[in-house]
């Protein structure tokens, strides 16, 4: 049997670490490449700089020096190292919004590209996984033919990923489906083999040109972000006609063609995904002629960001107009659950505007907390839930951990200044915080 294909990885934050680390799970040879050194040296002891259930575990069943691992990822900084060792170059590197503009950043892309490019000497495979601008694939394969030594042996295929975060090493070793945009065949069946365990388990591998995959990743986003700012506009009419949205979700769920999955009201979407993905995306639209197909995603991204504004109204409301000299405990800093990203994170978003407008606010997030704090060191910080409530006029629920849903509103009521609590997730059960005392409301659901 032939050799296994080893495997690089280019960038090792979120996706890169995620993915190197699964693909030594698989059994394959693997060293990681990232330009910060600091960041090398953490993973290379085995230790992951973001909270991600399982990541850590993987990743030190596989770098050496931990006691009874594999040995079959390392890390470095060199892209010599990485031309020399690897068949297979995973691009993993991100590519942020602009500053100033909708459209994104690919100058990492470019230099990974760039600085790679020049070590490829025999042939190899560079399969980009960031999520790019349709077109760039095919300027990319370019740029490698024409700086590699290899010529046209480097080869580029492009594959995005749809991991989520919080689920990144169980959305990796087992994705829903798999698509390579490809430009051979010799290309197709060397990502076969690297993909062959979960081609076994029956997932699905789509091969497509280069511009279909590309635009796989950003309309799969596009759709999502959709479908959550669809439920948040129901709940906007829900609030003006007297309706209540959760109710209305579920309902609209149970139809097999829009299924009950992302249609949970409330302060929005945010992350180092979605508002970027659809920003981009209308950027390149137009860039190509076709913005007029995606004007609705302009409409798409204002629903989501007034939402932040509604639930700061809202809150405001509830306290008599003013948040001058208001105490409030907010429940939740990241931009999701099982998370410590606080990237574009709504739940912040509203914590910092009420803050500057006059309001005492103290956040408790069971992972965010760090990076909370780095990007707003003037809210304050509780170190438990309890602690943040202690005293509040009003609680606000903002990221919908477990062990929120878990709290015992009673006893909560004791400590807080006044029971009134803001569900900006709806995601607490109304009866069980209303029986205890509670004033409970959420957006899009008639108050009790
Ligand atoms: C997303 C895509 O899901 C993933 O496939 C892609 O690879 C990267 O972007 P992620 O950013 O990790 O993943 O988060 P996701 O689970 O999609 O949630 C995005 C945001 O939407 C969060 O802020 C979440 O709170 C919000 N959301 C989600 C809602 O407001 N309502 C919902 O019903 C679902």
Not at 74 to 93: I, K, N, Q, W
Not at 155 to 162: D, G, K, R
Not at 177 to 203: F, K, N, P, Q
Not at 322 to 334: I, M
């Amino acid at each position: 049997m032939a050799t296994p294909p080893r495997i690089t990885v280019i960038g090792t934050g979120y996706l890169g670490a995620t993915h190197a680390a699964s693909m030594a799970e698989l059994g394959f040879e693997v060293l990681g490449l990232d330009v910060v050194p600091e960041k090398v040296e953490l993973l290379s002891r085995g230790e992951v700089p973001m909270y991600e259930p399982g990541l850590e575990d993987v990743l030190r069943r596989h770098v050496p020096g931990v006691e009874g691992s594999t040995g079959r990822l390392r890390f470095t900084t060199s892209f010599e190292e990485a031309g020399d060792f690897g068949d297979v170059h995973f691009l993993c590197v991100n590519t942020p919004q602009k500053h100033g503009e909708y459209a994104c950043d690919m100058s990492y892309v470019d230099t990974a590209v760039s600085s790679l490019a020049p070590h490829l000497k025999r042939p190899a495979l560079v399969v980009g996984k960031s999520t790019v601008p349709v077109g760039s694939a095919a300027r990319l394969a370019a740029l490698l033919r024409e700086k590699a030594p290899a010529g046209a042996g480097a080869e580029l295929a492009w594959n995005p990923e749809f991991l989520r975060e919080g689920y990144a090493v169980k959305d990796t070793l087992h994705p829903d489906r798999i698509v390579v945009g490809v430009g051979s065949e010799r290309a197709e069946a060397l990502l076969r083999e690297v993909y062959a365990s979960a081609i076994a388990d029956g997932t699905p591998f789509l091969v497509t040109d280069y511009p279909t995959a590309e635009l796989v990743k950003v309309s799969a986003n596009s759709f999502l972000a959709t479908k959550i700012s669809f439920i948040n506009a129901m709940a906007e009419v829900c609030e003006a006609a007297g309706g209540d949205v959760a109710r209305l979700a579920e309902a609209l769920g149970y139809d097999d063609r829009i299924g009950p999955k992302f249609l949970r009201a409330g302060i929005g979407f945010g992350g180092g995904c979605l508002p970027k993905d659809i920003r981009a995306f209308m950027a390149r639209a137009g860039e190509l002629g076709a913005d007029q197909a995606l004007t609705f995603l302009r409409e798409i991204d204002s629903i989501n960001m007034r939402r932040r504004g509604q639930m700061v109204d809202m809150a405001r409301e509830i306290v008599g107009g003013s948040f001058l000299g208001v105490r409030v405990g907010v429940l939740g800093a990241a931009f999701k659950p099982d998370s410590d990203d606080v990237r574009d994170s709504p739940a912040l978003n509203v914590a910092g505007q009420i803050h500057l407008q006059g309001g005492q606010v103290t956040v408790y997030d069971p992972r965010g907390m760090d990076n909370a704090a780095r990007l707003f060191p003037t809210l304050g910080y509780a170190d438990s839930a309890l602690e943040a409530v202690r005293g509040a006029d009003v609680v606000l629920h903002l990221t919908e951990w477990r062990e929120f849903r878990d709290l015992d509103p009673a006893a909560l009521g004791e400590v807080a200044g006044r029971r009134v609590l803001l569900d900006g997730r709806n995601a607490l059960d109304p009866d069980r915080w209303r029986k205890a005392g509670w004033t409970y409301r959420a957006m899009g659901r008639p108050g009790a």
